[in-house]
Nanobody, 125 residues
Framework: QVQLVESGGGLVQAGGSLRLSCAAS????????MGWFRQAPGLEREFVAA????????YYADSVKGRFTISRDNAKNMMYLQMNSLKPEDTAVYYC??????????????????WGQGIQVTVSS
């Protein structure tokens, strides 16, 4: 069983930056694709970014491309999301997610089997 814990959220002004972290435990981190998703009130959970098992390939939603950067450190069982040039529409609960071992990276929620509890990011205008 994989446990995922997000940290680093909070309140920031538009144009500011935040760095989210996801700490993983339970084993096999380096052979799982990882992703970030977010959910705003009244909306469905949406894809933000994903990273392959090795960290060599990354994928982004069009809405965050060029502003957000996903990365991972397999030696530390950690994943990160650097968020720059934040906008009020980035306000949401952000979730860290992991696939089963050796699964391919994906942008759909159904591809991920393990989820963190979520962390609030609020961007004020």
């Amino acid at each position: 069983q994989v446990q995922l814990v997000e940290s680093g959220g909070g309140l920031v002004q538009a144009g500011g930056s935040l760095r989210l972290s996801c700490a993983a435990s339970g084993g096999a981190f380096g052979v799982r694709a990882m992703g970030w998703f977010r959910q705003a009130p009244g909306l469905e959970r949406e894809f933000v970014a994903a990273v392959s098992r090795s960290g060599g390939s990354t994928y982004y939603a069009d809405s965050v491309k060029g502003r957000f950067t996903i990365s991972r450190d397999n030696a530390k069982n950690m994943m990160y999301l650097q968020m720059n040039s934040l906008k009020p529409e980035d306000t949401a609960v952000y979730y860290c997610a992991a696939t089963r071992p050796f699964s391919n990276v994906a942008s759909t929620t159904t591809a991920y089997n393990y989820w963190g509890q979520g962390i609030q990011v609020t961007v004020s205008s």
